[in-house]
């Protein structure tokens, strides 16, 4: 009995000093709080659609997956007025964005992105550790967002 006692005591032990000693895991960036007049504006033009929220500086972004599983996204401003719509591009992209990829993060998987400014011009972009990697209508990298938006 004592050596019962005396093992659980031991594991009971070990137990909280291995609680102590774990270290906390990094936490998400916090929820965005969308105003209802974008959720049901989102809501009336994408029905039956849920979305993960973030911001795109002073833009409320929408992102999803449609009925093929491909990535999309729609961007609101506070008025609930469209701005503009991504999309993932699995095909179509030029080539000089894989180029860029196979040179510069050869062992990175990759989701190229498509967009059109306010002028319809297409923008590519593509998300990396956190980073927003920008292409213009050739492919060719641009350390900022190209072309004109509002």
Avoid: C
Wanted: avoid cysteine; proline fraction near 4%.
């Amino acid at each position: 009995m004592k050596k019962t006692i005396l093992f659980l005591l031991l594991a009971f032990g070990m137990n909280v000093m291995t609680a102590q000693t774990k270290k906390a895991k990094p936490t998400t960036a916090a929820k965005v709080s969308v105003p209802s007049n974008i959720e049901t504006r989102f809501g009336s033009d994408y029905p039956n659609t849920t979305a993960t929220w973030s911001m795109d500086g002073k833009y409320y972004v929408a992102t999803y997956k449609d009925k093929n599983g491909m990535g999309k996204t729609v961007v609101y401003d506070k008025k609930a007025d469209f701005i503009r719509s991504d999309m993932e591009a699995s095909a179509g992209y030029p080539s000089a964005i894989g180029d860029y990829f196979k040179k510069n993060y050869p062992k990175d998987k990759y989701t190229v992105w498509f967009s059109n400014d306010d002028y319809g011009e297409a923008v590519y972009y593509s998300v990396r550790k956190g980073k927003t990697l920008w292409f213009d209508k050739n492919g060719t990298y641009s350390a900022k967002k190209p072309g004109h938006y509002k």
